[in-house]
């Protein structure tokens, strides 16, 4: 059982720690002939498929590395556009990797924003007075668990739906946020977090909740 | 217990975007419910992009099929099937309010709230 990742929130929404441990993502890597049976497009400063479904590449996945050299956003390794190079027959027979995109900082900035104002609004959607922000969401493939601190920060984890104890690895991550970053001298409150005491501990902390199963009020 | 029920179509982005915090693509399903300490909001989104929001109090933990009941045993029956109604306008539908304000009466975690 996975913790996928933990991300931290200050007062005004902005992200100030982020922490990624989730599995390598699915990758497929087919060598195609013209012409491309799958139709991408552009999207985010990336080339993603938008229809087309064949041995793993599914539609959402972005075009990775083409002959083995990594993309640049829109463009190949070498500067061409992806889609006009993709247009000519004269580049096949061409291998491509698809995968999964990973979020990129601006995204995840974003999204971190983003659930701090849906974090106010869960509060205030409330049929009953008194109701705290979100506290836990749950998908189809991971649960997100929220903590906001009387001070307004936000300890957010991201595991596997099964995974039980988080409620503890919160109040732990909070701990070690205030040993190690709080009480370290040249860290500015509100600003992101640069302590290298605090990744290890996190990393540490996140490796007993997982070998664990649950993280014990023992630890 | 308290049940509220709401009926969205359209293109809502904000709650889509969960998914994209995801590490797999398998995406079957994907935002299902968030709780805060005093309710939980259910969702359910049909292909056709119709969402059902359901809030409950933190004893119901799954609603999902409560939700796809309403859509494929109420809305599709009294509301689609309808040749008045307007689908995307404002659901005008006696028959459909009274069997909805039924079905949830006879939900097993529906209790009346003490006054």
Redesign the interface.
Same mark, same amino acid.
């Given at each position: 059982m996975v913790i996928? /990742?933990v991300y931290v929130v200050n007062k005004a929404g902005g992200l100030i720690y982020q922490y990624d441990n989730?599995?390598p993502?699915?990758e497929a890597e087919k060598t195609f002939s013209f012409p491309l049976d799958l139709v991408l497009k552009h999207h985010d400063e990336k080339v993603i498929v938008s229809f087309g479904q064949r041995d793993g590449i599914?539609v959402?996945?972005a075009v990775l590395s083409i002959n083995g050299v990594d993309v640049m956003g829109k463009n190949t390794g070498e500067g061409k556009d992806i889609l006009e190079y993709l247009r000519d027959a004269n580049n096949y027979p061409v291998s491509i990797r698809f995968g999964?995109a990973r979020?990129s900082s601006n =995204?995840k900035l974003m999204?971190a924003s983003?659930f701090h104002s849906?974090f106010a609004i869960? /509060?205030q959607? /409330?049929? *009953?007075v008194? /109701?705290?922000?979100? =506290?836990?969401? =749950?998908? *189809?493939?991971?649960k997100?668990h929220c903590f906001q601190t009387l001070t307004g920060i936000k300890f957010i984890v991201?595991a596997d739906p099964r995974q039980s104890g988080i409620d503890t690895l919160l109040r732990k991550i909070y701990e070690i946020y205030s040993d190690f970053a709080l009480k370290n001298p040249f860290y500015s409150l509100e600003m992101p977090i640069r302590c290298e005491l605090f990744d290890q501990n996190l990393k540490g902390a996140l490796e007993v909740a997982e070998k664990a199963g649950n993280f014990g009020a023992g630890s | 217990m308290e049940t509220v029920c709401f009926i969205a179509s359209g293109t809502g982005r904000s709650r889509r975007e969960s998914p994209r915090m995801s590490p797999s693509v398998l995406r079957k399903d994907g935002f299902l419910s968030f709780q805060t300490s005093k309710y939980r909001l259910h969702y359910y989104e049909t292909p056709s992009g119709l969402k059902f929001v359901m809030n409950t109090d933190l004893s119901v933990s799954n609603a999902r099929e409560t939700l796809q009941h309403i859509y494929s045993n109420l809305y599709v029956e009294y509301i689609v099937k309808n040749p008045v109604c307007v689908l995307g306008h404002n659901l005008d539908s006696e028959l459909f309010s009274s069997r909805l304000d039924a079905f949830i009466r006879a939900l097993p975690y529906y209790s009346p709230r003490a006054a």
């Open positions: 996928f /990742s989730y599995v993502r699915a599914r959402g996945h999964r979020l =995204e999204l983003m849906l869960g /509060s959607l /409330s049929p *009953d008194g /109701s705290s922000g979100i =506290e836990m969401l =749950e998908t *189809d493939v991971f997100l991201l | -």
